[in-house]
């Protein structure tokens, strides 16, 4: 593959002033296990995160209630103060438990608090993009969520948040939420074998709304799949890079924020953006 950056290949949603290289990074994983704690190696997790902005890398996703704090407060010992251009995305409408349980919280006190928690822990006096993460554990329940986007655009009139996404919601619950305010981007679960947004995202391409998807690569468990394999090998790539260059081609909204808490992978992860699949690896990805 040829050298890449991430500032190749951007895309700024409507209505924001925000440009998106199409690569990002996913600070999940610089939690410890299970998402909790701080992680084993601090100095590591802060050499990707470094790494990551010279890679070219414009946007971090993250969330307080990761650790809970732990990657915030890494991400701030990292990076802080913030190069110009780079983006911190952060979600709010779940508290961690004692017992690591993941709580939904969106009542309008839990949101406030969830933002000065996101605002402090960064280091921020706004946060750039903060994505309302609705109910439901295994995917969109279809509840009402304009309470909570309510709540988050009369912070938007205040200044504490520039621009507001979306994650964990379907289609309806995004027309509920564009009848309040601007959208910027949605978060969903969706990688090669998990497709149950495909008519999502290309309505919001049509919209000019950034889609993310979260678990790109698989997640807790990665893709498995002896055509991604196959692809890979004629293509002499990994089949994790294969799996990113897919969603790339996919639509232009499509950003992806594959995390990891080694140097070596966050570079195969940003050289996947030079990867270009041809008609036959498309379609026998899209077979899958």
Known sequence: MNTYSPSQDQFTPAHCDRHFNRIGYGAMQLAGPHVW???????????VLREAVELGINHIDTSDFYGPHATNQIIR????????GLTIVTKIGFLRGADQSWLPAAAPQQLLDAVHSNLRNLGLDALDVVNFRAPGLEGADGSSIGAAVEVLAELKKDGLVRHIGLSNVDAGQVAEAQAITGIVCVQNHYNLVHRGDDALIDTLAAQGIAYVP???LGGFSPLQSNTLNEVAAGMDAKPMQ??????????PNILVIPGTSSVAHLRENV?????RLDAAALQALDAL
């Open 214 to 216: 979260f678990f790109p």
């Open 77 to 84: 010992e990292a990076l802080h103060p913030y190069r110009d």
């Open 37 to 47: 704690g701080p992680p084993q190696d601090r100095a590591a997790a802060v050499a």
């Open 242 to 251: 294969v799996a990113l260059a897919w969603l790339l081609q996919r639509a």
């Open 271 to 275: 050289a996947a953006g030079a990867l």
